[in-house]
């Protein structure tokens, strides 16, 4: 008997793995599926019609219990993340503060994107002529809101 029950048991945490993490027809599901449907089959061979029907009952009883318990809302607030993430876009105009023609130094490799610092401002900018390192010293080309694009400098 305690077969069917490790069986039985098994099955129900896999459908409980299935319904929960891993949506969809998945081998979590199939052998939750297979686990029970083989507990319910070994308790009718092995014990017998008459407990068999009771196996089952309890097992549906069980199944329905288990997976109504891990949907209430409760149950997932105990694990769900509760910090709040604090962040702003930025949505200052840049145009007031950064010109066309300004110079800078990137703070990361623009690829094409990434940080740049011109006038004492850090801001992200785009490359318009492929890759720039870091370090390197940069020219604004354009700026249009929040968005500045830039070329490297090179001395003439």
Partial sequence: MTVVIILILLGILLFVIEFLLVPGITIAGIGGLVLTVFGVYKAFNDFG???GVWV????LIV???VIAMSLRARTWSRLM??????G?????????EIKAGDMGSTLTRLAPMGKVLVNDIVREAKSIEGYIDEHSDIE???VEGTR???KPFKDK
């Avoid at 089952?56 to 097992?59: E, F, P, R, S």
């Avoid at 993340?81 to 604090?86: C, S």
């Fill in 49 to 51: 019609s008459g407990t």
């Fill in 56 to 59: 089952l009952i309890a097992t």
């Fill in 63 to 65: 199944s329905v219990f």
């Fill in 81 to 86: 993340l509760k910090t709040n993430i604090k």
């Fill in 88 to 96: 702003t876009v930025d949505t200052a105009p840049t145009d007031k």
């Fill in 140 to 142: 604004v080309v354009s």
């Fill in 148 to 150: 500045i694009s830039v």
